[in-house]
């Protein structure tokens, strides 16, 4: 099953020249799930090649606009491009008026449903699943209420050894069952072990969104042992009070977090236009956590 | 004077890739002047290598959000990046709302007075001055209230003579009166007539500023015999009724727009995202009023 991201924008507060604010696009089994839409992101699908229409589920951390100002753009053009299907949309509570005063006042009677879930930046909670996945959030320490999100595959049925089965001649109706596991127990007093016909599927992995928040390990529960951390690395560590200052964190910190929590990968990102190079955030971050990348616009990774 | 105007964004409704939603950049005697603020705007002056501060005016046709929804994010990142200079904005009454709802959720308390002056798209009106230029409304009809802004340089002062003058021996104080064309009488009775001692300046030029608009020719009394005509031209002819139903102009009707109002030139733009290229455009305008050029973005434009 694919699990995959690609960034959209990697850049913290006000845009730079070849960054863009905070956007990402998850593919999970070819569904497709935005988090966050700074402004500019529907440009960037444009430059990416990516069509909008296959995207059905948003997520937005919080309302600081470098997650957010992009939406209504987005909203406004799947509209105009005739979009009918749903949208699920998942943030703050605010955010639903935020969208409808604008498209009140534009005189816009949307072509299709926005299905919103209102996100309390409280507890941990699952706020969305279907048969690929689950997404909960993730209570991050922000300067306003802001949440990370975690999406977790679901774990897959068990492999059919279909070869196997054939020669055996068991049942085609036998099948579903193998593949939850189940043991069949037959009127001719034979047992058919699951074991014997299927294999387990791999592990379910999961990918950690976290941007933005002070690295206070306040969340750090929540995001144990997932394969892809993407954690936001505002500064460089020398700028650690300014990262407090502003409830943001380094690379260094990150890479700590990364260390701490099990994770597999770590992918930095949310960079301070103040770096024109990325490589100082990548070196610090990697020195702590070595399987570390930057998170660069246009680029996706396997999760 | 620097009289010109820079074309930021030049797509219709959606953007396509390489054209943004409308924005435009005015020079005015290197005090600047925003037209419009589609998503991007930003991210465009960056590119262009604009300095966003430089921008002390901006003007908002109406509430197409191809024309605003760049307008949050350039105040968000003027604030982050610690203006404290006031910003004089021109719009509809319900801009400010939209934008304060989104400061207010940010927990954003701007560093810059905004200075919000709401336009009434009822009848024209002079809406700003200073010692440079007018800005007028232009009632337009669109879908939704929309008015274009007719900007018109200040008669400039008498040019001075100044060899003249020395040669005659003309006291200094006499000249700021000759160059505001006064005639003195002296008590000596001799007359020192403005005219043998100063040149009169250049006529006041004017850039008229169309986009949204069906072509139906209420507003040509504000436009008439403008340096340089800026107008919409959404499509092709070939598309005439879509124009009209959308409440846009075609090519043609921009160019004959430009011809039945004596327009010194015109600029055509906010094309439909389903033109690829342009150069039809181009051709279909320049057959009927041969002075056209095509707003093109990252091009500066004499006036």
Chains 1, 2 share one sequence.
Not at 172 to 201: A, C, F
Request: hydrophobic share 40%.
């Amino acid at each position: 099953m694919k699990f995959e991201v690609t960034i959209l924008g990697s850049s913290s507060a006000t845009p730079v020249y070849n960054r863009n604010p905070t956007a990402q696009l998850l593919n999970c089994n070819e569904k497709f799930y935005l988090i966050d839409c700074g402004e500019g992101t529907q440009q960037q699908l444009i430059k990416f090649g990516i069509k909008a229409s296959k995207i059905d589920h948003v997520f937005i951390s919080h309302l600081h606009g470098d997650h957010y100002f992009g939406l209504i753009g987005l909203l406004s053009s799947m509209h105009l491009n005739g979009r009918t299907k749903p949208m699920k949309l998942f943030g703050p509570e605010p955010l639903l008026d935020i969208l409808n005063l604008q498209f009140k006042h534009s005189d816009t009677i949307l072509k299709f449903p926005i299905e919103f879930t209102a996100i309390q930046a409280e507890q941990p909670s699952l706020i969305f699943e279907n048969n690929d996945v689950t997404v909960e959030t993730i209570i991050l320490n922000h300067r306003i209420p802001c949440t990370g999100f975690k999406f977790k595959e679901k774990k897959r049925l068990r492999k059919l050894l279909v070869e196997k089965l054939e020669a055996d001649q068991v049942p085609l109706e036998y099948y579903p069952l193998l593949k939850r596991g189940v043991d069949l127990d037959l009127p001719n007093g034979s047992t058919i072990l699951n074991t014997d016909y299927t294999t387990d599927s791999a592990e379910p992995k999961t990918y950690c969104y976290c941007s933005d928040t002070i690295a206070d390990g306040s969340y750090l529960n929540s995001i144990q042992d997932c394969t892809v951390l993407y954690h936001e690395a505002t500064f460089l560590h020398d700028l650690l009070e300014r990262a407090i200052f502003t409830h943001h964190t380094t690379a260094l910190q990150a890479a700590e977090i990364a260390l701490n929590t099990g994770a597999g990968k770590l992918l930095i990102g949310h960079f301070s236009s103040r770096y024109k190079t990325l490589q100082p955030l990548l070196e610090e971050a990697a020195a702590v956590f070595p399987n570390t990348e930057l998170a660069l616009e246009g680029v996706t990774y396997l999760i």
